[in-house]
């Protein structure tokens, strides 16, 4: 957690200096380009943490179906936490992705089967160098049948893992959409050394592993 920090001050001091936080629910972002949906689309939202929101991003963000993938946090005690807060493991939230995507192209339980593909779930509190309560891997579901869907995607894939999955999973209370900097972050700080040598990786097995599920 601590070089990763470091790199984010380094990288970001004049960001954070420079540009407000942007922290409420009701802030929106434009679709990415060639995401346009058609008014009779149906779409569905779910709450996905799995380590560095950054990582979870970049791999949901292209896949068919996905409309809309934004950072930030959720399951928390703090009202409107700061990215700084966060990273002390002191405010209870965790570091998401919420993800608007169609269902009828892409089902939520594919959603968590790619979700869980792509980061490790028997970790507690931990991913790799990552290490803290923020760094849990978590499924905030928001309806019943969300619920039911995550706790049969996760009983399925105990198989495919020699120790517990240790994944949580709790009804969403509040999300807090995470500063502007960290939006859509991989795509604009490839070269960044966290980004090429953490997170690159998983880019390259998601075009490997999913091809077929990727936008064009």
């Known amino acids: 957690m601590i070089y990763r920090i470091f790199l984010i001050l380094t990288f970001h001091l004049l960001a954070t200096a420079l540009l407000p936080a942007q922290k409420n629910v009701t802030m929106q972002s434009p679709a990415p380009s060639g995401d346009t949906l058609s008014p009779s689309v149906q779409t569905e939202v779910a709450t996905l943490g799995g380590g560095c929101f950054w990582c979870i991003e970049a791999v949901l963000q292209d896949l068919q179906g996905v409309i809309k993938v934004e950072s930030g946090y959720a399951g928390g005690t703090v009202k409107n936490?700061?990215?700084?807060?966060?990273?002390?493991?002191?405010?209870?939230?965790?570091?998401?992705?919420?993800?608007?995507?169609?269902?009828?192209?892409?089902?939520y339980a594919e959603l968590l089967e790619i979700f869980f593909a792509f980061h490790d779930p028997t970790t507690l509190n931990r991913q790799g160098n990552d290490i803290g309560t923020q760094y849990r891997s978590v499924i905030f579901y928001h309806?019943?049948?969300?619920?039911?869907?995550?706790?049969?995607?996760?009983?399925?894939?105990?198989?495919?893992?020699?120790?517990?999955?240790?994944?949580?999973?709790?009804?969403?209370?509040?999300?807090?959409?995470?500063?502007?900097?960290?939006?859509?972050?991989?795509?604009?700080?490839?070269?960044?050394?966290?980004?090429?040598?953490v997170i690159s990786p998983k880019v390259k097995k998601l075009r490997e592993k999913y091809s077929s599920r990727l936008k064009q």
Not at 88 to 107: L, N, W
């Open 81 to 107: 936490p700061t990215y700084r807060e966060i990273c002390t493991g002191a405010t209870g939230h965790a570091e998401v992705v919420q993800v608007t995507f169609d269902p009828k192209t892409i089902t």
């Open 143 to 197: 309806s019943q049948e969300q619920k039911e869907t995550a706790e049969m995607v996760k009983a399925a894939i105990q198989k495919d893992w020699d120790k517990p999955i240790v994944t949580e999973i709790s009804p969403l209370n509040v999300f807090y959409k995470a500063e502007a900097y960290h939006q859509n972050y991989y795509k604009q700080n490839t070269y960044q050394p966290y980004c090429a040598y």
